[in-house]
Nanobody, 122 residues
Framework: VQLQASGGGLVQRGGSLTLSCVASGLMFDDYDIGWFRQAPGKEREFVATISVSGLNIYYTDSVKGRFTISRDNAKNTVYLQMNSLKPEDTAHYYC????????????????WGQGTLVTVSS
């Protein structure tokens, strides 16, 4: 199983980015997908998760109303649209899968992508 995250970059406060996570080596439409992030010197934290059907979506409070997670099962891809970015959103962003169900608990995910860096300048 491989997860390839991309789309990170440098953006100014208030800007937008869209991250993509392409999965291979698995039946993509059988798996929930989660996004997590880890800022320098901090623990990895949950950002968002989406169920197989796309109907069950959860966000951490700090990104609600600004980030949107979606998936295209035909393309084996999950997206994280990030708007109104803040300097505190600066982190490496990781997609993950392999949990029994959509969860905020990172330890329950079996497979992780390599991460993509998002830097928000003030």
């Amino acid at each position: 199983v491989q997860l390839q995250a991309s789309g990170g970059g440098l953006v100014q406060r208030g800007g937008s980015l869209t991250l993509s996570c392409v999965a291979s080596g698995l039946m993509f439409d059988d798996y929930d997908i989660g996004w997590f992030r880890q800022a320098p010197g901090k623990e990895r934290e949950f950002v968002a998760t989406i169920s197989v059907s796309g109907l069950n979506i959860y966000y951490t409070d700090s990104v609600k109303g600004r980030f949107t997670i979606s998936r295209d099962n035909a393309k084996n891809t999950v997206y994280l649209q990030m708007n109104s970015l803040k300097p505190e959103d600066t982190a490496h962003y990781y997609c993950a899968t392999g949990a029994a169900q959509a969860t905020m608990n990172s330890s329950l995910y079996k497979y992780w992508g390599q991460g993509t860096l998002v830097t928000v300048s003030s």
